[in-house]
């Protein structure tokens, strides 16, 4: 019985020590990538923003931020009245979002990038840009079957999907940052 126990320790010991590498390791690598894992953060938040807006705005008003009866893709570089919107920021006695409340709400950018971009007299916007510049693509369900198709990409169970091209600028590669 004891030669039996005496056997057990070591691998015991090894099995911990392995462990304790593992977890070390993991710790370490963790820490290194903190940095990226911040830089990502603005736009990502700002892109989940956007999600959160546009299906809060529903539940406010039971339709989405945007007029028409098919399933659009809003580009926040061009499409001003639809962050307006999100924003309650419109005038006049169209306006979509009757309560001016405000669903939207990021950090401001500069020069035309990493946030939100207000006009000179700081009552209209002139867009909300990721950190490389790029506009973020929201793709709403306006047909309200519960579901958008993200060009070249899948059908998505959701009345909102948001992106960006990326620090390419340009559709795909591998670099997209998604909500999906
Ligand atoms: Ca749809
Ligand atoms: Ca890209």
């Known amino acids: 019985?004891?030669?039996?126990?005496?056997?057990?320790?070591?691998?015991?010991?090894?099995?911990?020590?392995?462990?304790?590498?593992?977890?070390?390791?993991?710790?370490?690598?963790?820490?290194?990538?903190?940095p990226t894992i911040c830089k990502q953060t603005p736009d990502l938040f700002s892109a989940t923003a956007l999600e959160t807006a546009a299906n809060g705005f529903r539940v406010e008003y039971g339709r989405?931020?945007?007029?028409?009866?098919?399933?659009?893709?809003?580009?926040?570089?061009?499409?001003?009245?639809?962050?307006?919107?999100?924003?309650?920021?419109?005038?006049?006695?169209?306006?979509?979002?009757?309560g001016s409340v405000k669903f939207l709400s990021v950090k401001e950018g500069k020069g035309k990038k990493?946030?939100?971009?207000?006009?000179?007299?700081?009552?209209?916007?002139?867009?909300?840009?990721?950190?490389?510049?790029?506009?973020?693509?929201?793709?709403l369900d306006l047909d309200g079957d519960g579901k958008v198709e993200i060009p070249n990409g899948p059908v998505l169970q959701r009345r909102t999907a948001v992106w960006t091209n990326g620090p390419d600028g340009k559709p795909g590669g591998g670099d997209d940052l998604k909500t999906w």
């Not at 004891?2 to 593992?22: N, S, T």
């Not at 893709?73 to 169209?94: H, K, N, S, V, Y």
């Open 114 to 139: 990493g946030g939100l971009i207000y006009t000179e007299d700081g009552k209209s916007v002139a867009g909300l840009f990721d950190r490389w510049g790029g506009p973020f693509f929201v793709m």
């Open 64 to 98: 989405m931020p945007a007029r028409g009866v098919t399933d659009i893709i809003c580009r926040t570089d061009q499409d001003i009245p639809f962050l307006l919107a999100l924003l309650g920021m419109e005038d006049g006695p169209d306006r979509l979002n009757t």
């Open 1 to 34: 019985m004891r030669a039996e126990g005496k056997g057990k320790i070591p691998v015991f010991a090894i099995f911990l020590g392995v462990g304790g590498f593992v977890v070390i390791f993991s710790v370490f690598r963790l820490i290194g990538n903190r």
